[in-house]
C-alpha cells in the first residue's frame, strides 16, 4: 500500500458521519492533514506540452499555488462563459431544491463521512459562488441566499471536492431533477484548468496520447511487439497461431483497445480473450499504433480535450479506410462515444453503418458513432450461433459482474455482459440489486483518481462496491469480479485485496477466450492465464 496510507480496514471503517464542527462555507482545507485523500497537482511539462494556461510546478500543500494575478477575473468570466453556453449548468445552478435525496448515494459520502462529498453540498461549493456573483438575491444578501466569496481557499477546496468525484452520476439516478452533478464536476474541473489547476495523473496520460496515440507512452514499435507477444501467449495456451494486423489499409474493422488491455495485467487476459474470438469469427479487422488508445482522459479534464483526444480514432478510421470501429472493454471511451462524440466530432459520415460481417446484424444504435461494443457484438455472435462457447473450462472462477458505471449508466450496456457470462461460465451470481445495473457503485477510482497518493480516499470511496462482493463472497464463494472497463480492471484489485481478499479481477472477454472453442486448438490444459482448467462436469449453479 502506499506509502500515505497505513491504516487498517477495522479503523477506516469506522466512518464519523457527525457533521463537523465548522460551518459548511468555511472553505479552508489542511491538505498536510489530509494526505492520502488529493492527487498530486500536474506537472508543467505535461500543461506546456497539451498547450494549457499557466503552466507552472505547484503541489497542493504549498500555501502559494502561483496563482495567475487575475485569477478571480477568470474564474468569474469562465463561470460566465459557461452560463451562456450550456442550459443544462444554468439549471443545475438554479433548480436544487436541497431535498437531500442524492445525498448518500454517493461512494465517497459513504466511505468518508464527509458532508462535503454529499453529491448536494459537493455541488454548493460551486453554486454559492454563482449566487454571489450571478444572481440579484446573492448580489444583494450575500451569505444569507447562500451565496460565498470567491477567495483563494475556495479554489483550493474546489481542487479538494471536485477530485474527489469520479463523475460516476449515481446520484444523478436518484435526483427527482434529473441533476447531474458529474457534469457540474466537470465544470469546475475546466475552470480550474482556466488557472492551470488539474492533477497529473490526467495531465500525464492525456500528454502520452497526444505524443504516441495512448496514455501509457508506448511507441509504435512497442505496441506492435506488445501485441506480438499476446500472440505469442495465445498460441502457447491454444496452439492456434492468430494474426496480428496493424495499420492494414481497407481493413473493415478498426478495433479500439484501452491501452492497459496490451500492457498491464489483468486487462491483458482480456486482450488474448479478444485474439482469440477475431481470429475464429475470421473478423476482417486491424489494430493501429496511433490510435492505440480507447480511454480518454479528456472527459476528466475539459471538454475541449475530450474532443481533442477523440479525434485521433476517427483520424486512424479514415486514413486506413475502415467500414466501421469496434471499442473493447473500456469505461469513459464509451461515455464519450455515447453522450459527446456526435456533436463533438462527428457525425463519422466516411463510415459505414456497422453491420455485422458475420451474422448480418445491423447495429441501428451505432448509426450514427460508427462504433460498436465489443459486447454488443459477442452477444449477438452468441444469440446467432456463430461461436462455440465450453463453460466448463471456466468452472474454476465463480463469477460476478461490476457495472462499471459509464457503460451501464452512461449507455444502458447492461444485459449484453450478462448474457455473455451466462453463456461462457457455469456459476454467475449477482450482487444486491440496489448495487447494480443502474445503480452501480462507482469502483471509487474512475475520472483519473486511480493514483497512489490518494490511495485512502479511493479505498473509501471503494468500499460500497466491495462491500457487495464480500456479500456474494461470503453467500455464494464468488472468487472473481468480472468487469468490462480498464480503470476497473486496474484499481480494483487493490480495493479488493484490502477489503475482501480472494477474490480476483477478470474482463468478461478474458472468459470468452477461456471458454471459446477454436478450431484446430490443442485440449485446453490452462485458461488464459495459465491457471489448469478443473472442469465440474458442467454441473453449474448460476442464477438466472
Ligand atoms: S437530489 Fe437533486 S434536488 Fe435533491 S438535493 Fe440532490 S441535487 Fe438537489
Ligand atoms: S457523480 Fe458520483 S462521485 Fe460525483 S457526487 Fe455523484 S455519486 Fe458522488
Not at 488508445?293 to 480514432?313: D, Q, T
Not at 457455469?426 to 440496489?434: A, G, L, Q, T
Amino acid at each position: 500500500m502506499a506509502e500515505h496510507f497505513n491504516k487498517k480496514p477495522e479503523e477506516v471503517v469506522r466512518i464519523d458521519y457527525h457533521p463537523p464542527q465548522k460551518a459548511w462555507m468555511d472553505p479552508t482545507i489542511d491538505f498536510e492533514k489530509k494526505r492520502g485523500n488529493w492527487c498530486y497537482g500536474a506537472a508543467a511539462k505535461n500543461t506546456k506540452y497539451l498547450d494549457l494556461p499557466h503552466p507552472r510546478d505547484w503541489h497542493p500543500t504549498d500555501e502559494d499555488w502561483k496563482l495567475p494575478e487575475n485569477w478571480k477575473e477568470i474564474i468569474l468570466e469562465g463561470i460566465k462563459e459557461r452560463l451562456e453556453k450550456y442550459r443544462s449548468f444554468r439549471l443545475f445552478m438554479d433548480i436544487c431544491v436541497r431535498c437531500g435525496a442524492c445525498a448518500d448515494k454517493c461512494h465517497y459520502f459513504i466511505g468518508s463521512g464527509d458532508p462535503k462529498n454529499m453529491p448536494v453540498l459537493r455541488a454548493e461549493l460551486l453554486r454559492s459562488i454563482y449566487r454571489n456573483d450571478f444572481t440579484t438575491a446573492g448580489k444583494i444578501l450575500g451569505q444569507y441566499a447562500g451565496g460565498r466569496e470567491l477567495t483563494v481557499d475556495v479554489i483550493k477546496e474546489w481542487f479538494y471536492y471536485f477530485f474527489q468525484c469520479t463523475e460516476c452520476r449515481r446520484c444523478s439516478v436518484f435526483c427527482p431533477y434529473g441533476i447531474d452533478t458529474a457534469e457540474i464536476t466537470m465544470h469546475a474541473r475546466e475552470l480550474l484548468s482556466l488557472l492551470g489547476i488539474g492533477i497529473n495523473w490526467i495531465m500525464e496520460p492525456a500528454a502520452n496520447c497526444f505524443r504516441t496515440g495512448n496514455h501509457l507512452g508506448v511507441p509504435p514499435h512497442a505496441f506492435k511487439d506488445n501485441v506480438e507477444f499476446a500472440a505469442d501467449d495465445l498460441k502457447d495456451v491454444t496452439g492456434v497461431e492468430v494474426e496480428t494486423p496493424i495499420h492494414k489499409k481497407g481493413a473493415e474493422v478498426l478495433v479500439i483497445v484501452p491501452s492497459a488491455d496490451y500492457f498491464g495485467n489483468p486487462h491483458y487476459y482480456t486482450f488474448l480473450g479478444y485474439l482469440a474470438l477475431f481470429h475464429e469469427i475470421g473478423l476482417d479487422f486491424t489494430f493501429s499504433a496511433y490510435a492505440s488508445e480507447g480511454g480518454n482522459f479528456g472527459l476528466f479534464h475539459s471538454r475541449e480535450m475530450i474532443k481533442r483526444l477523440n479525434a485521433k480514432i476517427y483520424a486512424e478510421a479514415k486514413r486506413l479506410g475502415v467500414k466501421w470501429i469496434l471499442g473493447c472493454e473500456c469505461g469513459h471511451m464509451w461515455r464519450v462515444l455515447h453522450q459527446y462524440m456526435d456533436t463533438m466530432n462527428g457525425p463519422a459520415d466516411f463510415l459505414e453503418e456497422p453491420v455485422s460481417p458475420i451474422t448480418g446484424t445491423r447495429f441501428e444504435n451505432a448509426k450514427s458513432t460508427k462504433m460498436v461494443h465489443i459486447c454488443e457484438f459477442t452477444a449477438d455472435l452468441i444469440q446467432n450461433g456463430k461461436i462455440k462457447l465450453d463453460p466448463r473450462r471456466n468452472d474454476h472462477w465463480k463469477v460476478t459482474f461490476h457495472d462499471s458505471c459509464n457503460p451501464a449508466r452512461a449507455m444502458g450496456l447492461i444485459e449484453e455482459p450478462r448474457y455473455i457470462l451466462r453463456n461462457a461460465c457455469n456459476y454467475f451470481y449477482e450482487m444486491p440489486e440496489n448495487t447494480i445495473k443502474e445503480q452501480t457503485f462507482c469502483c471509487g477510482s474512475g475520472s483519473g483518481l486511480g493514483t497512489d497518493e490518494n490511495l485512502e480516499m479511493r479505498l473509501r470511496g471503494g468500499l460500497p462496491r466491495a462491500n457487495a462482493v464480500k456479500y456474494v463472497r461470503d453467500k455464494h464463494g464468488v472468487n472473481v469480479l468480472s468487469c468490462i472497463c480498464a480503470i476497473d480492471k486496474a484499481t480494483l484489485p487493490d480495493l479488493l485485496k484490502y477489503w475482501v481478499p480472494d477474490v480476483d479481477v477478470c474482463g468478461v472477454h478474458e472468459l470468452v477466450g477461456n471458454a471459446l472453442i477454436m478450431k484446430g486448438e490443442n485440449e485446453r490444459a490452462t485458461d488464459l492465464r495459465g491457471t489448469p482448467i478443473k472442469t465440474n462436469g458442467g454441473q453449474g449453479e448460476s442464477q438466472p
